[in-house]
T-cell receptor
Framework: NAGVTQTPKFQVLKTGQSMTLQCAQD?????MSWYRQDPGMGLRLIHYSVGAGITDQGEVPNGYNVSRSTTEDFPLRLLSAAPSQTSVYFC????????????FGPGTRLTVL | QQQVKQSPQSLIVQKGGISIINCAYE??????FPWYQQFPGKGPALLIA?????SEKKEGRFTISFNKSAKQFSLHIMDSQPGDSATYFCAASSGGGADGLTFGKGTHLIIQP
């Protein structure tokens, strides 16, 4: 049971490049989400999904796209990276009707030059 | 608009002392209040959580105190140890958490030996 896995661990992009941050969980959790963490800002919700085929926007969705084709995977896409997207990105999952424990992945540190 | 305000930003406590971190919220619909612990290079991990039907919850050396009328909650770490040195985040959610957690900005706690 690997929990929540994220790849890559580190990434450097140039402004305007695109990339996909991968997230997978093996706990059969319906609810998955993406957060970004910036110094002194805490974690802010980007997008979330309550099940395969269903996604919605969080607090800071601009510049990011998501899709959920399977229960296990929830990739985050940056279509045209900007320096303001330099951050640490965390994927998380939990059971849909339980807020008690949300499991976070180890994070992806992204730098946009 | 920051819905969960956390203080202090940083805290230094002597080994064996009590660490206290405070949070205040604005949204009266919040009904779940977790605390997360994060070590450098790792994702946040749930430490302890409370719901507003109780005023206090204790798990080992960690206690949450909750004041519904003041819209405040706090984390107390008794007999603080160097291994407790980490960043702590308070958070809140409502309605089953479908739209994610709202995090405070974090407290960097250092326990001096």
């Amino acid at each position: 049971n690997a929990g929540v896995t994220q790849t890559p661990k580190f990434q450097v992009l140039k402004t305007g490049q695109s990339m996909t941050l991968q997230c997978a969980q093996d706990m059969n959790h319906e609810y998955m989400s993406w957060y970004r963490q910036d110094p002194g800002m805490g974690l802010r919700l980007i997008h979330y999904s309550v099940g395969a085929g269903i996604t919605d926007q969080g607090e800071v969705p601009n510049g990011y796209n998501v899709s959920r084709s399977t229960t296990e995977d929830f990739p985050l896409r940056l279509l045209s990276a900007a320096p303001s997207q330099t951050s640490v990105y965390f994927c998380a999952s939990r059971e849909m009707f339980s807020t008690d424990t949300q499991y976070f992945g180890p994070g992806t540190r992204l730098t946009v030059l | 608009q920051q819905q969960v305000k956390q203080s202090p930003q940083s805290l230094i406590v002597q080994k064996g002392g009590i660490s206290i971190i405070n949070c205040a919220y604005e949204n009266t619909a919040f009904d779940y209040f977790p605390w997360y612990q994060q070590f450098p290079g790792k994702g946040p991990a749930l430490l302890i959580a409370i719901r507003p039907d109780v005023s206090e919850k204790k798990e080992g050396r960690f206690t949450i105190s909750f004041n519904k009328s003041a819209k405040q909650f706090s984390l107390h770490i008794m007999d603080s140890q160097p291994g407790d040195s980490a960043t702590y985040f308070c958070a809140a959610s409502s309605g089953g958490g479908a739209d994610g957690l709202t995090f405070g900005k974090g407290t960097h706690l250092i326990i001096q030996p």
